[in-house]
């Protein structure tokens, strides 16, 4: 399984990316179980959003609700994370995961730090 984050990059306050994951060797529809995570410098790895592969259910962290939406554009076999309404509190590596597992409508997040495939990460900064 490889998966290949992309889209990174500088973004000014307030200000909008959307990050990609593109996957081989593994399907990422719905019975897949997807997400993004990210890291800070000198910071543990930490959630941001995954969907769950039995109900199909996005999850957020409250930092990000109502800013980021992940998506899935099954053609294509990539996720996605669109993120708006930037700010510095968003610098971090973001990588996504991903496992090919019913969930049973338990913690996405769970799942994939447990059992996930790892990107490499593609670098966010947000500053003015």
């Known amino acids: 399984v490889q998966l290949v984050e992309s889209g990174g990059g500088l973004a000014q306050p307030g200000g909008s990316l959307r990050l990609s994951c593109a996957a081989s060797e593994l399907t990422l529809d719905g019975d897949t179980i997807v997400g993004w995570f990210k890291q800070a410098p000198g910071k543990e790895r930490e959630r941001v959003s995954c969907?769950?592969?039995?109900?199909?259910?996005?999850y957020y962290v409250e930092s990000v609700k109502g800013r980021f939406t992940i998506s899935r554009d099954n053609a294509k076999n990539t996720l996605y994370l669109q993120m708006n309404s930037l700010k510095a509190e968003d610098t971090a590596v973001y990588y996504c995961?991903?496992?090919?597992?019913?969930?049973?409508?338990?913690?996405?997040?769970?799942?994939?730090?447990?059992?996930?495939?790892w990107g490499q990460g593609t670098q966010v900064t947000v500053s003015s």
């Open positions: 969907i769950g592969s039995t109900e199909g259910t996005a």
């Open positions: 995961a991903a496992i090919r597992i019913p969930d049973y409508g338990l913690d996405c997040f769970e799942f994939l730090e447990e059992y996930g495939s």
